[in-house]
T-cell receptor, first 116, second 109 residues
């Protein structure tokens, strides 16, 4: 089945530093990938839609200069949290669809970010 | 605005049956998904309904009524490993996924 790999699984960083999270589709090409964050006991919140070869589309309220998204190939999208602060600590999850717009999303295992 | 409602938490007994309801009000409709999410893990896909009726897949079934804006996920022969959050998500007219807040299902022996 479709596999999405996300790395790292968890990361602890100091306030002010940047963290890069990678999302790879291992056995299919994903023209579109999605980045979510999830706070404890809350649902997924879409941050941005990442399109291969073009700029990402950010949801309202998400700072594009803080959360840099690069989708350089059909199998790789990256999210960089720049100048991280403790309030950025969260569970970040990427996902990709295998085909048509109504095909189910397949999720990476998520990255738990803790900013100290 | 767009809205998806599902119960916050439900409790059921091992071996029993539980039904998790989801009602939605969205800008258009292109299908409804159910996902399972264990604590600390990413969601996994369970089912997709775009036409009215019941879709059965092993111990899990999902039902959709588009006219009522209503779906449910039915879990039979509950096992302890079914303890998780169940997320309802609707694909709107722009093919954007609108997520419910999830239902935490607690299974007791």
């Amino acid at each position: 089945g479709a596999v999405v790999s996300q790395h790292p699984s968890w990361v602890i960083c100091k306030s002010g530093t940047s963290v890069k999270i990678e999302c790879r589709s291992l056995d299919f090409q994903a023209t579109t990938m999605f980045w979510y964050r999830q706070f404890p006991k809350q649902s997924l919140m879409l941050m941005a839609t990442s399109n291969e070869g073009s700029k990402a589309t950010y949801e309202q309220g998400v700072e594009k200069d803080k959360f840099l998204i690069n989708h350089a190939s059909l199998t790789l999208s990256t999210l960089t949290v720049t100048s991280a602060h403790p309030e950025d600590s969260s569970f970040y999850i990427c996902s990709a669809a295998t085909g048509t717009e109504n095909s189910p999303l397949h999720f990476g295992n998520g990255t738990r970010l803790t900013v100290t | 605005g767009q809205n998806i409602d599902q119960p916050t938490e439900m409790t059921a007994t091992e071996g029993a049956i539980v039904q998790i309801n989801c009602t939605y009000q969205t800008s258009g409709f292109n299908g409804l998904f159910w996902y399972q999410q264990h604590a600390g893990e990413a969601p996994t896909f369970l089912s997709y309904n775009v036409l009215d009726g019941l879709e059965e897949k092993g111990r899990f079934s999902s039902f959709l009524s588009r006219s009522k804006g209503y779906s449910y996920l039915l879990l039979k022969e509950l096992q302890m490993k079914d303890s998780a959050s169940y997320l309802c998500a609707v694909l709107d007219s722009n093919y954007q996924l609108i997520w419910g807040a999830g239902t935490k299902l607690i299974i007791k022996p």
